[in-house]
């Protein structure tokens, strides 16, 4: 990437923000699912500290095991630590552990992005509690662990059980949901939380965000078949049910189902079906537009080119709910460019 990385730094000139790093990473043989990922997640900025914190604290631990939180760690510190400002990193020893961790990303076919930030997002959140736990237990420390607030046991992505640990994953990207259900008869609301990670919309043409979030609170009549039952009633019931957000995360990763780009974090599949194509990700750092494409780092310009690749469909964005790192007004109503053609 020496002639890229020499052309995103004359572009970017004497507006390159002070102490960031851009760099490309390598395809080793249709990784580029991965790769987007790793990129959205290190731009991520409250993310990317606390793994370069956690790097800093472990660095010197003799007994260190070797797993998906030490090789994102260390990748991580190997980008933000480079002397240069631009180039191409190669995430090898990462890759290597995700395909010994998870053989479904050991072959050469095309992998679903989002598939794997949730297989990536679990991982470390498993490590993260083994070790809280393993502290925890060790007679050397007595601090209690974090709460989560909603109930002794939490249910993460795919359904896994976890025990209530807050660990700094959760405390970026976990948010609360409450289904609520209200009986038509005698008007009793139940209420049931769960948590979550990200969030998946339905996406309609020349919709936003705020619109999509809407629809997915709307409420539902149940009816005929599809009756409640109604626990003070002690019968089936129609009655009306929603879903709403009852805590936001801290970031809020959203899945879209369907359509082309949105604000912030973005990674986009590029292609004609799920099965084949190819993952790329677009950043806005430091109110610049970067597109980053497995080696080749480049900046663009948000009005006149960002439809102007020919994806598909967006696998999901990264947005903050009011993050420190953006402005209050970047974090507003995110809205959906017209279809392109």
Known sequence: MGAAGSKLEKALGDQFPEGERYFGLENFGNTCYCNSVLQALYFCVPFRDQLLEYYSNNKNATDAEDNLLTCLADLFTQISSQKKKTGVIAPKRFVQRVKKQNELFRSYMHQDAHEFLNFLLNELVDILEKEHNAVKDSPETSSPPDKIPNGPRTTLVNGGKKEPVVTWVHKNFQGILTNETRCLRCETVTARDETFLDLSLDIEQNSSITSCLKNFSST????????????????????????????????LVIHLKRFKYIEQLVVVH?????????????????????????????????????????WTSVSFCFTSLIAPWQSASSSSALKLPEPCG
């Open 220 to 251: 539902e009549t149940l009816n005929a078949e599809d009756k409640f039952f109604c626990d003070k009633c002690c019968s089936l019931q129609e009655a009306q049910k929603w879903m709403k957000i009852k805590k936001p995360p801290y970031i």
């Open 270 to 310: 590029v292609g004609s079906g799920p099965n084949h194509g190819h993952y790329v990700s677009l950043v806005k750092s430091h109110n610049h537009w970067l597109f980053f494409d497995d080696e080749n780092v480049e900046m663009i310009d948000e009005s006149a080119e960002l439809r102007g690749f020919g």
